[in-house]
């Protein structure tokens, strides 16, 4: 308890110190101080925003991301997915997917990991772009069920990503209990 009310002073200094008043004194900090740069000032709200959730989280730093150990989805979470009428990476479905579960991560529920379930089934295949890098782009199968591959610009030049019709995105979510499975034997 006193931990917490450590952090709730702290807080109040922090948030003080970002609008310019001294926490101690209560008196304005002077123009030319040092602790009242715009820079520090947006620090110090920064800081105080973060200790408002430690103190939320009763105290707790953190809290590390929520995993869920269990295999899969029930079908009520399934349903809660929301796919995309339009086409998305598989990094965005992957992301919908752990928000319907009510997660920050799940073991095998990663872009990465369904992508390389769908090159090992034929849906994805391996192939070198110009500059010598190795790359997932659709099969004819992959196609066939809605992937396509895109180029778009990157801070790292332009660059391909494939993108999951609904169709795919669907295909995917009722796989989704062989993809867990496979990441559990160890392939990858």
Known sequence: MEELLK??????????????????????IPEDDVANQVRLCRCFAYVASVLDKVIQNGGAVGGGPRIVARLGLTEEQKQAVELSGRPIGITELAKRILAAAGVDRMRGVSGVHMAAWLLEKGFLEEEFDDEGELQRVPSETGTA??????MRETTYGVKPMNLYSQEAQQFILDNLDEILCWKKSGKK
């Open 7 to 28: 952090l709730k002073r702290a807080r109040e200094y922090m948030q003080a110190l970002s609008e310019g008043v001294d926490p101690l004194s209560g008196l304005e």
């Open 145 to 150: 069920l809605g992937i396509t591959k895109i």
